[in-house]
């Protein structure tokens, strides 16, 4: 079971930059694939960005502006955001599958945080 806390949310105005890290309790993460995916009030979960094996994929919302990265001598994940705009607005969650392989599908994931909350006003 692997657990996994995000932190780094908070409140900025547009145009700042946050980096939200996920830290993860098991000392084998690197060989998991991990994502980002947030959720705005009254929308659904949306991929944001996922790494694994070297590559990364991005929404094209965030394109650009957000990068993920993972120091796995630390077992931790980041999401660097910069630009930051109010759509952005949502709480974070980051979330880690077994093996490789990329995928933006919130169902492929075994595991999850509980998120933390970025809001970002105009």
């Known amino acids: 079971q692997v657990q996994l806390v995000e932190s780094g949310g908070g409140l900025v105005q547009a145009g700042a930059s946050l980096r939200l890290s996920c830290a993860a309790s098991e000392r084998t993460f690197s060989y998991y694939a991990v994502g980002w995916f947030r959720q705005a009030p009254g929308k659904e979960r949306e991929f944001v960005a996922t790494w694994s094996g070297g590559k990364t994929v991005y929404a094209d919302s965030v394109k650009g502006r957000f990068t993920i990265s993972r120091d796995n001598a630390k077992n931790t994940v980041y999401l660097q955001m910069n630009s930051l705009k109010p759509e952005d607005t949502a709480v974070y969650s980051c979330?880690?599958?077994?093996?490789?392989?990329?995928?933006?599908?919130?169902?492929?994931?075994?595991?999850w945080g509980q998120g933390t909350r970025v809001t970002v006003s105009s």
């Open positions: 979330a880690a599958r077994g093996g490789l392989g990329l995928s933006s599908l919130p169902g492929d994931y075994d595991y």
